[in-house]
Protein backbone atom coordinates (compact mmCIF):
# COMPACT_ATOMS: atom_id res chain seq x y z
CA UNK A 1 0.00 0.00 0.00
CA UNK A 2 1.23 3.56 -0.65
CA UNK A 3 2.48 5.37 2.49
CA UNK A 4 -0.03 7.40 3.35
CA UNK A 5 1.52 10.52 3.88
CA UNK A 6 5.01 11.89 2.65
CA UNK A 7 5.22 15.52 3.97
CA UNK A 8 8.44 16.90 5.66
CA UNK A 9 8.59 19.76 7.49
CA UNK A 10 8.48 21.12 11.35
CA UNK A 11 5.55 20.66 13.73
CA UNK A 12 4.12 23.41 15.80
CA UNK A 13 4.89 22.95 19.45
CA UNK A 14 1.83 23.36 21.47
CA UNK A 15 1.57 27.44 22.54
CA UNK A 16 0.42 28.51 25.86
CA UNK A 17 0.85 25.13 27.58
CA UNK A 18 2.89 27.03 30.39
CA UNK A 19 1.08 29.71 30.60
CA UNK A 20 -2.13 27.77 31.65
CA UNK A 21 0.08 26.36 34.85
CA UNK A 22 0.34 30.28 36.04
CA UNK A 23 -3.26 29.90 38.08
CA UNK A 24 -1.91 32.00 40.60
CA UNK A 25 -1.89 35.48 38.77
CA UNK A 26 -5.04 37.44 38.70
CA UNK A 27 -4.55 37.50 34.34
CA UNK A 28 -7.79 36.06 32.98
CA UNK A 29 -7.55 33.72 30.18
CA UNK A 30 -8.53 35.56 27.75
CA UNK A 31 -5.98 37.41 27.81
CA UNK A 32 -3.63 35.46 26.17
CA UNK A 33 -1.85 36.23 22.97
CA UNK A 34 -4.58 35.07 19.94
CA UNK A 35 -2.61 32.71 17.57
CA UNK A 36 -2.13 33.87 13.77
CA UNK A 37 -3.59 32.62 11.23
CA UNK A 38 0.34 31.03 10.07
CA UNK A 39 -0.07 29.41 13.40
CA UNK A 40 -3.37 28.39 12.80
CA UNK A 41 -2.82 26.83 9.45
CA UNK A 42 0.00 25.04 10.61
CA UNK A 43 -1.71 23.32 13.14
CA UNK A 44 -4.42 22.38 10.87
CA UNK A 45 -2.36 20.99 9.12
CA UNK A 46 -0.77 18.64 11.60
CA UNK A 47 -4.10 17.89 12.64
CA UNK A 48 -4.58 16.54 9.28
CA UNK A 49 -1.29 14.40 8.94
CA UNK A 50 -2.13 13.02 12.31
CA UNK A 51 -5.64 12.12 11.61
CA UNK A 52 -4.36 10.26 8.20
CA UNK A 53 -1.96 8.73 10.15
CA UNK A 54 -4.34 7.20 12.12
CA UNK A 55 -6.53 5.47 9.89
CA UNK A 56 -7.00 1.85 9.13
CA UNK A 57 -4.35 0.81 6.92
CA UNK A 58 -6.49 -0.46 4.22
CA UNK A 59 -9.05 2.71 4.62
CA UNK A 60 -7.40 4.55 1.24
CA UNK A 61 -7.24 0.74 -0.65
CA UNK A 62 -8.38 1.46 -4.14
CA UNK A 63 -9.42 4.75 -4.23
CA UNK A 64 -8.95 5.85 -7.72
CA UNK A 65 -9.09 9.36 -8.29
CA UNK A 66 -9.56 11.23 -11.87
CA UNK A 67 -6.83 13.31 -11.53
CA UNK A 68 -3.67 14.11 -9.42
CA UNK A 69 -4.54 17.27 -7.73
CA UNK A 70 -2.26 20.34 -8.70
CA UNK A 71 -2.05 20.94 -4.97
CA UNK A 72 -0.16 18.71 -3.30
CA UNK A 73 -2.80 16.14 -1.72
CA UNK A 74 -2.25 14.34 1.98
CA UNK A 75 -2.72 10.68 1.38
CA UNK A 76 -2.04 8.29 -1.22
CA UNK A 77 0.02 9.32 -4.23
CA UNK A 78 0.64 8.29 -7.70
CA UNK A 79 3.85 6.74 -8.47
CA UNK A 80 4.20 8.85 -11.45
CA UNK A 81 7.35 9.00 -13.51
CA UNK A 82 9.23 12.27 -12.35
CA UNK A 83 9.91 13.30 -16.07
CA UNK A 84 7.22 14.48 -18.49
CA UNK A 85 7.19 12.49 -21.73
CA UNK A 86 8.97 14.35 -24.73
CA UNK A 87 6.85 16.36 -26.62
CA UNK A 88 3.57 15.62 -24.65
CA UNK A 89 1.56 18.77 -23.51
CA UNK A 90 -0.97 18.30 -20.90
CA UNK A 91 -4.57 18.46 -21.08
CA UNK A 92 -6.63 21.56 -20.99
CA UNK A 93 -8.55 20.90 -17.36
CA UNK A 94 -5.00 19.95 -15.67
CA UNK A 95 -3.64 23.46 -17.01
CA UNK A 96 -6.28 25.24 -15.78
CA UNK A 97 -5.85 23.73 -12.60
CA UNK A 98 -2.63 24.33 -12.65
CA UNK A 99 -3.09 28.06 -13.06
CA UNK A 100 -5.17 28.59 -10.33
CA UNK A 101 -2.99 26.68 -8.15
CA UNK A 102 0.17 28.29 -8.64
CA UNK A 103 -1.89 31.89 -7.81
CA UNK A 104 -2.46 30.57 -4.44
CA UNK A 105 0.97 32.34 -1.61
CA UNK A 106 2.63 29.26 0.03
CA UNK A 107 0.22 30.17 3.55
CA UNK A 108 -2.93 29.52 1.12
CA UNK A 109 -1.70 26.45 -0.48
CA UNK A 110 -0.62 24.75 3.00
CA UNK A 111 -4.49 25.53 4.14
CA UNK A 112 -6.27 24.63 0.72
CA UNK A 113 -3.75 21.10 0.99
CA UNK A 114 -5.06 20.62 4.34
CA UNK A 115 -8.64 21.07 3.68
CA UNK A 116 -8.94 19.37 0.75
CA UNK A 117 -7.57 16.31 2.45
CA UNK A 118 -9.79 16.82 4.80
CA UNK A 119 -13.27 17.41 2.77
CA UNK A 120 -11.87 14.06 0.47
CA UNK A 121 -12.09 11.89 4.01
CA UNK A 122 -15.61 13.22 4.80
CA UNK A 123 -16.66 12.53 1.34
CA UNK A 124 -15.08 9.12 1.41
CA UNK A 125 -15.93 8.10 5.24
CA UNK A 126 -18.73 9.95 6.61
CA UNK A 127 -21.21 11.48 3.99
CA UNK A 128 -23.95 9.12 2.90
CA UNK A 129 -27.01 9.14 -0.06
CA UNK A 130 -29.01 8.25 2.48
CA UNK A 131 -29.36 11.74 2.85
CA UNK A 132 -30.68 14.02 -0.23
CA UNK A 133 -27.01 15.11 -2.23
CA UNK A 134 -26.71 18.09 -3.94
CA UNK A 135 -24.20 18.33 -6.71
CA UNK A 136 -23.22 21.53 -8.59
CA UNK A 137 -22.21 24.53 -6.01
CA UNK A 138 -26.19 25.72 -6.45
CA UNK A 139 -27.69 22.58 -6.95
CA UNK A 140 -27.74 22.71 -10.53
CA UNK A 141 -26.78 19.40 -11.16
CA UNK A 142 -28.70 17.33 -9.02
CA UNK A 143 -30.98 15.90 -11.66
CA UNK A 144 -28.23 15.02 -14.14
CA UNK A 145 -26.21 13.51 -11.43
CA UNK A 146 -29.28 11.14 -10.47
CA UNK A 147 -30.59 10.16 -13.58
CA UNK A 148 -27.04 9.16 -14.74
CA UNK A 149 -26.40 7.14 -11.49
CA UNK A 150 -29.66 5.01 -11.86
CA UNK A 151 -29.38 4.65 -15.71
CA UNK A 152 -25.58 3.25 -15.16
CA UNK A 153 -26.82 0.88 -12.49
CA UNK A 154 -29.31 -0.48 -14.85
CA UNK A 155 -26.65 -0.63 -17.86
CA UNK A 156 -24.08 -2.69 -16.63
CA UNK A 157 -24.47 -6.17 -14.86
CA UNK A 158 -22.30 -5.72 -11.80
CA UNK A 159 -23.88 -5.35 -8.23
CA UNK A 160 -25.47 -1.81 -7.90
CA UNK A 161 -27.58 -1.67 -5.52
CA UNK A 162 -25.11 -0.58 -2.78
CA UNK A 163 -22.78 1.50 -4.97
CA UNK A 164 -23.48 5.56 -3.14
CA UNK A 165 -23.24 8.33 -5.75
CA UNK A 166 -22.19 11.42 -3.25
CA UNK A 167 -21.79 15.01 -3.55
CA UNK A 168 -17.82 16.47 -2.47
CA UNK A 169 -18.75 19.89 -1.65
CA UNK A 170 -16.05 21.98 0.01
CA UNK A 171 -18.67 23.87 2.07
CA UNK A 172 -19.21 21.03 4.17
CA UNK A 173 -15.62 21.99 5.69
CA UNK A 174 -17.64 25.06 7.32
CA UNK A 175 -20.13 22.16 9.94
CA UNK A 176 -18.51 21.80 12.93
CA UNK A 177 -19.84 18.85 12.99
CA UNK A 178 -18.89 17.47 9.63
CA UNK A 179 -15.44 18.14 10.17
CA UNK A 180 -15.74 16.67 14.08
CA UNK A 181 -17.03 13.12 12.03
CA UNK A 182 -14.01 13.03 9.97
CA UNK A 183 -11.93 13.80 12.41
CA UNK A 184 -13.14 10.91 14.53
CA UNK A 185 -11.82 8.62 11.99
CA UNK A 186 -8.93 8.49 13.06
CA UNK A 187 -7.47 11.32 15.05
CA UNK A 188 -7.14 10.88 19.15
CA UNK A 189 -10.35 11.72 20.86
CA UNK A 190 -9.28 14.35 22.87
CA UNK A 191 -8.26 16.62 19.68
CA UNK A 192 -11.34 15.76 17.63
CA UNK A 193 -13.30 19.29 19.00
CA UNK A 194 -10.26 21.28 18.80
CA UNK A 195 -9.26 20.57 15.09
CA UNK A 196 -12.58 20.72 14.18
CA UNK A 197 -13.20 23.87 15.34
CA UNK A 198 -9.66 24.94 14.12
CA UNK A 199 -10.80 23.32 10.31
CA UNK A 200 -13.83 26.21 10.08
CA UNK A 201 -11.81 28.87 11.49
CA UNK A 202 -9.27 28.54 9.27
CA UNK A 203 -11.85 27.97 6.53
CA UNK A 204 -13.09 31.54 6.78
CA UNK A 205 -10.22 33.49 7.90
CA UNK A 206 -8.18 32.22 4.43
CA UNK A 207 -9.88 34.35 2.11
CA UNK A 208 -8.38 32.57 -0.83
CA UNK A 209 -10.90 29.53 0.34
CA UNK A 210 -14.05 31.18 -0.56
CA UNK A 211 -15.96 29.81 2.20
CA UNK A 212 -15.19 26.42 0.94
CA UNK A 213 -16.16 27.89 -2.99
CA UNK A 214 -12.60 27.80 -4.20
CA UNK A 215 -12.69 24.98 -6.84
CA UNK A 216 -9.43 23.73 -5.71
CA UNK A 217 -10.95 21.95 -2.83
CA UNK A 218 -13.26 20.01 -4.89
CA UNK A 219 -11.68 19.83 -8.28
CA UNK A 220 -11.75 15.59 -8.71
CA UNK A 221 -13.93 12.81 -9.07
CA UNK A 222 -13.21 9.55 -7.14
CA UNK A 223 -14.31 6.18 -7.07
CA UNK A 224 -14.00 3.82 -3.91
CA UNK A 225 -14.00 -0.16 -3.92
CA UNK A 226 -15.76 -2.10 -1.33
CA UNK A 227 -12.98 -2.70 1.15
CA UNK A 228 -11.97 1.30 1.59
CA UNK A 229 -13.10 3.79 3.80
CA UNK A 230 -16.62 3.92 3.63
CA UNK A 231 -17.64 1.18 1.07
CA UNK A 232 -18.38 1.24 -2.57
CA UNK A 233 -18.74 4.70 -3.83
CA UNK A 234 -18.30 7.40 -6.25
CA UNK A 235 -17.70 10.69 -5.31
CA UNK A 236 -18.37 13.90 -7.63
CA UNK A 237 -16.65 17.17 -6.59
CA UNK A 238 -18.43 20.65 -7.51
CA UNK A 239 -14.47 22.20 -8.29
CA UNK A 240 -14.03 19.82 -11.03
CA UNK A 241 -17.81 20.46 -12.56
CA UNK A 242 -17.59 24.45 -12.01
CA UNK A 243 -14.32 23.76 -13.60
CA UNK A 244 -15.21 21.75 -16.66
CA UNK A 245 -18.24 24.30 -16.79
CA UNK A 246 -15.21 27.15 -17.41
CA UNK A 247 -13.79 24.76 -20.28
CA UNK A 248 -16.71 24.52 -22.00
CA UNK A 249 -17.86 20.85 -21.64
CA UNK A 250 -20.77 21.71 -19.42
CA UNK A 251 -23.25 19.85 -22.01
CA UNK A 252 -21.71 16.49 -21.12
CA UNK A 253 -19.93 16.91 -17.78
CA UNK A 254 -22.28 14.87 -15.48
CA UNK A 255 -22.68 11.78 -17.48
CA UNK A 256 -19.12 11.62 -18.24
CA UNK A 257 -17.52 11.88 -14.97
CA UNK A 258 -19.97 9.88 -13.23
CA UNK A 259 -19.74 7.14 -16.43
CA UNK A 260 -16.07 7.30 -16.35
CA UNK A 261 -16.18 7.05 -12.30
CA UNK A 262 -18.49 4.01 -12.35
CA UNK A 263 -16.39 2.19 -15.01
CA UNK A 264 -13.92 1.91 -11.88
CA UNK A 265 -16.44 -0.27 -10.19
CA UNK A 266 -16.84 -1.98 -13.42
CA UNK A 267 -13.49 -2.79 -13.01
CA UNK A 268 -13.37 -3.26 -9.53
CA UNK A 269 -16.28 -5.98 -9.62
CA UNK A 270 -13.92 -7.55 -11.44
CA UNK A 271 -10.91 -7.47 -9.48
CA UNK A 272 -9.64 -5.88 -12.15
CA UNK A 273 -6.81 -3.17 -10.54
CA UNK A 274 -4.43 -2.65 -13.65
CA UNK A 275 -1.04 -0.78 -12.45
CA UNK A 276 -0.65 1.05 -16.19
CA UNK A 277 -2.49 3.71 -17.61
CA UNK A 278 -5.26 1.53 -18.54
CA UNK A 279 -6.71 1.98 -15.13
CA UNK A 280 -7.85 5.20 -15.92
CA UNK A 281 -7.93 4.37 -19.90
CA UNK A 282 -10.12 1.65 -19.41
CA UNK A 283 -13.51 3.66 -17.54
CA UNK A 284 -13.16 6.57 -20.42
CA UNK A 285 -13.65 3.11 -22.70
CA UNK A 286 -16.17 1.70 -20.75
CA UNK A 287 -17.83 5.66 -20.22
CA UNK A 288 -18.02 6.01 -24.26
CA UNK A 289 -19.32 2.80 -24.54
CA UNK A 290 -22.60 3.97 -22.00
CA UNK A 291 -22.68 7.59 -23.02
CA UNK A 292 -23.03 6.35 -26.99
CA UNK A 293 -25.13 3.49 -26.42
CA UNK A 294 -28.78 3.21 -27.21
CA UNK A 295 -29.61 2.22 -23.97
CA UNK A 296 -27.00 4.00 -22.09
CA UNK A 297 -27.75 8.34 -23.63
CA UNK A 298 -27.46 7.71 -27.27
CA UNK A 299 -25.33 10.82 -27.94
CA UNK A 300 -24.90 11.21 -31.57
CA UNK A 301 -21.55 11.93 -33.15
CA UNK A 302 -20.88 15.59 -32.32
CA UNK A 303 -21.78 14.98 -28.54
CA UNK A 304 -19.48 11.84 -28.43
CA UNK A 305 -16.35 14.23 -29.64
CA UNK A 306 -16.91 16.30 -27.17
CA UNK A 307 -17.23 13.44 -24.76
CA UNK A 308 -13.49 12.52 -25.83
CA UNK A 309 -12.08 15.92 -26.03
CA UNK A 310 -13.02 16.33 -22.29
CA UNK A 311 -11.49 12.86 -21.74
CA UNK A 312 -8.24 14.49 -23.60
CA UNK A 313 -8.69 17.10 -21.31
CA UNK A 314 -7.44 15.15 -18.08
CA UNK A 315 -4.89 13.43 -19.40
CA UNK A 316 -1.28 13.86 -17.98
CA UNK A 317 2.32 13.87 -19.33
CA UNK A 318 3.60 11.57 -16.56
CA UNK A 319 3.18 7.67 -16.87
CA UNK A 320 0.18 8.33 -14.69
CA UNK A 321 -3.79 8.23 -16.31
CA UNK A 322 -2.99 8.53 -19.98
CA UNK A 323 -1.48 11.90 -22.28
CA UNK A 324 -4.53 13.54 -23.97
CA UNK A 325 -4.33 11.66 -27.13
CA UNK A 326 -4.32 7.93 -25.14
CA UNK A 327 -7.31 9.16 -23.27
CA UNK A 328 -8.95 10.35 -26.45
CA UNK A 329 -8.52 6.88 -28.08
CA UNK A 330 -9.72 5.17 -25.02
CA UNK A 331 -12.69 7.07 -24.94
CA UNK A 332 -13.28 7.05 -28.87
CA UNK A 333 -12.51 3.17 -29.07
CA UNK A 334 -15.42 2.84 -26.19
CA UNK A 335 -17.71 4.73 -28.10
CA UNK A 336 -17.56 2.71 -31.58
CA UNK A 337 -17.75 -0.69 -29.60
CA UNK A 338 -21.41 1.46 -29.43
CA UNK A 339 -22.10 2.66 -32.49
CA UNK A 340 -20.51 -0.37 -34.59
CA UNK A 341 -22.14 -3.19 -33.39
CA UNK A 342 -24.73 -4.98 -35.27
CA UNK A 343 -27.62 -5.20 -32.53
CA UNK A 344 -27.97 -1.85 -30.68
CA UNK A 345 -30.03 -2.36 -27.98
CA UNK A 346 -27.43 -5.36 -26.97
CA UNK A 347 -24.77 -4.31 -24.05
CA UNK A 348 -21.98 -6.23 -23.92
CA UNK A 349 -21.40 -7.88 -20.67
CA UNK A 350 -18.76 -6.28 -18.51
CA UNK A 351 -16.23 -8.78 -18.11
CA UNK A 352 -16.57 -9.33 -21.92
CA UNK A 353 -15.66 -5.43 -22.28
CA UNK A 354 -12.72 -5.33 -20.00
CA UNK A 355 -11.20 -8.59 -22.08
CA UNK A 356 -11.82 -6.60 -25.28
CA UNK A 357 -9.83 -3.46 -23.77
CA UNK A 358 -7.03 -4.92 -22.32
CA UNK A 359 -6.49 -6.51 -26.40
CA UNK A 360 -6.61 -3.43 -27.47
CA UNK A 361 -4.95 -0.87 -25.17
CA UNK A 362 -1.23 -1.69 -26.07
CA UNK A 363 -2.60 -0.06 -29.25
CA UNK A 364 -3.21 2.90 -27.57
CA UNK A 365 0.07 3.41 -25.76
CA UNK A 366 2.16 4.85 -28.43
CA UNK A 367 3.67 8.18 -27.30
CA UNK A 368 0.87 10.26 -27.81
CA UNK A 369 2.92 12.73 -30.37
CA UNK A 370 3.18 13.84 -33.31
CA UNK A 371 2.22 10.79 -36.42
CA UNK A 372 2.52 8.53 -33.25
CA UNK A 373 -0.95 10.04 -31.69
CA UNK A 374 -2.50 9.95 -34.90
CA UNK A 375 -1.95 6.13 -35.50
CA UNK A 376 -3.06 5.67 -32.06
CA UNK A 377 -6.09 7.46 -32.88
CA UNK A 378 -6.84 5.52 -35.59
CA UNK A 379 -5.50 2.46 -33.99
CA UNK A 380 -8.62 2.72 -31.40
CA UNK A 381 -10.95 4.11 -34.55
CA UNK A 382 -10.13 0.47 -36.58
Known amino acids: MPKRTGFLGNTLAAAGTAAALVLATAVPAAASTPSTVEEDVAQ ?7 LYNGLPGDALRGVDRLIESPVPRIGPQSQAAQDPIPGC ?9 NKLANQLTPLEGKALDALSGLSQLYVQGVASDKTPQVFGTDGQYTARATATIDKLRGFWDIE ?5 LVAWKGTDLGSQAKMAQTFSLGLAPAKVKDAAALAT ?9 QGGRNPLISLNAFSAPAGSLGGK ?22 ESVI ?25 DAYGGYFVAHAKGFGWNARTQQEVIYLDASIGDCFHSHGTPDQRKAAGAWGEKQATGQA ?14 FQKVYPKLMPPATGQAAGAAVAAARG
Open 343 to 356: NPNRVIPSATMIEK
Open 44 to 50: LYQDVID
Open 259 to 283: GHEYGHQVDFAHDNHPRNESSEMGP
Open 160 to 164: SWNIQ
Open 201 to 209: KVLYEVPAL
Open 233 to 254: RVALGDGLLDTVDALGFDDVSV
Open 89 to 97: TEGSLLTYA
